[in-house]
């Protein structure tokens, strides 16, 4: 493949894209990593187009998503993927199309409202925590 239209993954650009997704900000993300970080830290970390193999995977735990998500999200890859699947009214799912969903769109959304009732839960606990550090 001719590297000149070889598109690299700016993978900071992406740890402010998840961290965003999930409603945390720089300061808690920080606190998440421990002593050391800052928000400060965490705008020059995401302003990085590669990251150290260390610090991504401390910050995908911390994210809770898979170190490979951050490596390989490409936002305009995913858009063109929208874009071709969905025709804004309905998905292509045709009388000859024998298609059947594997997936409970209710189960997905009772996962995520638990996930985020879970992330609450300890993001409160980690502002008690450093409450009373104080």
């Known amino acids: 493949m001719d590297t000149s239209t ?3 993954i700016h993978e900071g650009r992406n740890v402010k894209r998840f961290r965003e997704m999930l409603g945390i900000k720089q300061e808690a ?6 002593d050391e970080w800052n928000q400060k830290k965490i705008s020059l970390l995401e302003a990085k187009d590669k ?8 910050v995908a735990k911390a994210l809770k998503v898979p170190v490979e998500a951050i490596k390989n999200f490409d936002e305009e890859a ?9 025709d804004g009214s309905v998905i292509n799912a045709g009388p000859t199309i024998n298609y059947q969903c594997t997936i409970d769109p209710i189960d997905k959304m009772i996962q995520l409202y638990e996930r985020m009732l879970k992330e609450k839960d300890e993001k409160i606990e980690l502002l008690q925590k450093l409450f009373e550090r104080k």
């Open 78 to 86: 995913a858009l063109l993927n929208i874009q071709n699947n969905y």
């Open 51 to 58: 990251l150290e193999a260390g610090i991504l995977e401390d």
């Open 6 to 8: 070889t598109k690299t």
């Open 29 to 34: 993300l920080a606190a998440a990593l421990g």
